[in-house]
């Protein structure tokens, strides 16, 4: 309002009457600068923010400052009341802080976000905002702060994780001889056994949260109590590594593969060998089975994955893949078979057709897990590039992209819920991927970034594009999630 009146007009857009003015206390040139300014859901009041890292929030008929507070933060650029006007949300230049709309209390911060923060915006829903900078877009649970624990602890490669039937409890293996358990909300570290193998490569537990069966790289699958870790058998599975690892529904059986170049079956309850599958020119790298337990699909035959039935062994099909395979997940619609394969490349196939439905570049180098999500939409990919790579399984179209920066992804998994992801690191670090809010729930560092956004040559967007790009994912993100039926 000139050099010596600070304040904000606010005009009825009919007839651009004046309405109310609100006067400013100047505290030097920059309080006339307004980063941000909203009008609360009901229409009452009116919240702003300057540069002289001043939030205020103002009646609008009688002009009272209902409360104005000078936090110790950086000038913030961008500000908006939460769906329920009980909360605001500030950015600028590299935190997110969300407010009590009502006391002006400082609730939550998101500091230290890499690239300048230009803008904060709240879903529909007021569970999570999300942050727009240079180059990126992150959503963050509204609700918690980010920097939680991790699963930390290992001193090499986490192979493998699973979650326990009944408990909040966590099972992780490693190459540095261990098993541990870890406590889901905190992790912290629960019960730790020492295996005389080299590395444990995958670990499950059995349906009524008794037993832990961990396959291992002597060919051996440990049998462990599921609450202490104290180990009860070892069956000798074979004389080479495992490398992955499957039980069934009733927990009575499991399937194993590994450079044996057979796939065996055994008896949880014995440990005796119920079926060998040698069908193999190479080691089994990776097999599944479907939901009904009577099927086998494997690597380990080049550019073929082939199936087999759990009941006779006899091979029921197979599929060519235009490089070696090495990696595979069945769907949950029991149809579409995806491989992962030896240069970086993802194939879905319908396995009634034997026909190729979907092909795409998924990683630089090699793709070192796979999973998907429960609503056969969505499909994670890590690599050996460290990244988690989020993608719509109908369209090859790449969603997002988690950057860790912790190395090699040997393993992931979907939860039931659909939105979270377990991922394992070759430093030794295990967690749990929101990919709703696209942070870390037991850790918080992870850069949730929007590939889109990047030039061809890595040069950030521009701040426009940034914002348009954050109403569609929010509405995407959204869509997904009411499609599915997950809250």
Same mark, same amino acid.
């Given at each position: ?31 006339? =600068?307004?980063? @941000? &300014? $909203?009008? +609360? %859901?009901?229409?009452?009041?009116? #919240?702003? /923010?300057?540069?002289?890292?001043? *939030? !205020? ?99 090499? =490669?986490?192979? @493998? &994780? $699973?979650? +326990? %039937?009944?408990?909040?409890?966590? #099972?992780? /293996?490693?190459?540095?001889?261990? *098993? !541990? ?104 790298? $990776? ?201």
């Amino acid at each position: 309002l000139g050099d010596d009146q600070a304040g904000v007009s606010i005009r009825r857009i009919s007839d651009a009457q004046e309405i109310r003015r609100i006067q400013m206390r100047r505290r030097g040139p920059s309080a006339a =600068w307004i980063g @941000g &300014m $909203d009008f +609360s %859901p009901d229409g009452k009041r009116l #919240a702003f /923010c300057s540069r002289d890292r001043m *939030v !205020r929030v103002v009646d609008i008929e009688t002009g009272r400052v209902i409360f104005e507070n000078s936090p110790e933060l950086p000038s913030m650029s961008s500000l908006e009341y939460s769906p329920l006007g009980d909360r605001i949300v500030t950015a600028g230049p590299d935190q997110a802080c969300i407010w009590d709309a009502a006391t002006g209390a400082l609730l939550s911060q998101q500091a230290g976000l890499k690239g300048r923060v230009s803008c904060a915006r709240w879903s529909s829903s007021g569970n999570a905002i999300l942050i727009c900078g240079e180059g990126s877009v992150r959503m963050w649970d509204a609700g918690n702060d980010a920097g939680r624990v991790g699963f930390s602890g290992h001193t090499s =490669w986490v192979f @493998g &994780m $699973d979650q +326990s %039937p009944l408990r909040p409890v966590v #099972a992780t /293996c490693a190459g540095d001889y261990t *098993v !541990r358990l870890w406590d889901r909300a905190t992790g912290r570290e629960l019960a730790r056994a020492q295996l005389p193998a080299d590395r444990a490569r995958t670990v499950r537990f059995s349906p009524d949260d008794t037993r832990l069966y961990v396959a291992a790289d002597d060919g051996s699958v440990y049998v462990l109590d599921a609450h202490t870790l104290e180990c009860t058998d070892e069956f000798a599975a074979s004389n080479r590594e495992l490398f992955s690892m499957k039980l069934s529904p009733g927990g009575d059986l499991l399937v194993t593969g590994g450079y044996g170049r057979a796939v065996h079956v055994l008896d949880t309850q014995t440990g005796n060998e119920v079926l060998r599958i040698k069908d193999f020119t190479q080691g089994v790298e $990776d097999l599944t089975v479907d939901d009904t337990f009577s099927r086998v699909f494997a690597v380990g035959n080049g550019s073929d994955v082939r199936w087999y039935s759990l009941v006779s062994g006899e091979r029921l099909g197979s599929v060519h893949c235009d490089s070696r395979a090495i990696g595979l997940a069945l769907a949950p619609d029991q149809v579409h078979l995806v491989v992962a394969t030896s240069d970086g490349y993802i194939e879905s196939w319908n396995i009634d057709t034997r026909a190729r439905d979907l092909r795409f570049d998924a990683h630089r180098n090699a793709i070192t897990s796979l999973a998907i999500s429960p609503g056969n939409r969505l499909l994670a990919t890590g690599g050996d590039d460290g990244a988690i790579r989020l993608w719509d399984l109908t369209s090859g179209d790449n969603l997002a992209n988690v950057l860790a920066g912790r190395g090699e992804v040997p393993y992931l998994a979907f939860e039931p819920s659909g939105h979270i992801i377990q991922a394992t690191f070759r430093d030794g670090f295990a967690g749990l991927y929101d990919l709703l809010y696209g942070n870390m729930l037991t850790a918080g560092n992870a850069d949730f970034q929007i590939n889109r956004l990047q030039g061809e040559v890595g040069t950030p967007a521009t701040l426009d594009s940034i914002r348009n790009w954050s109403k569609s994912i929010l509405k995407m993100t959204e869509r997904y999630y009411a499609e599915t039926g997950t809250k």
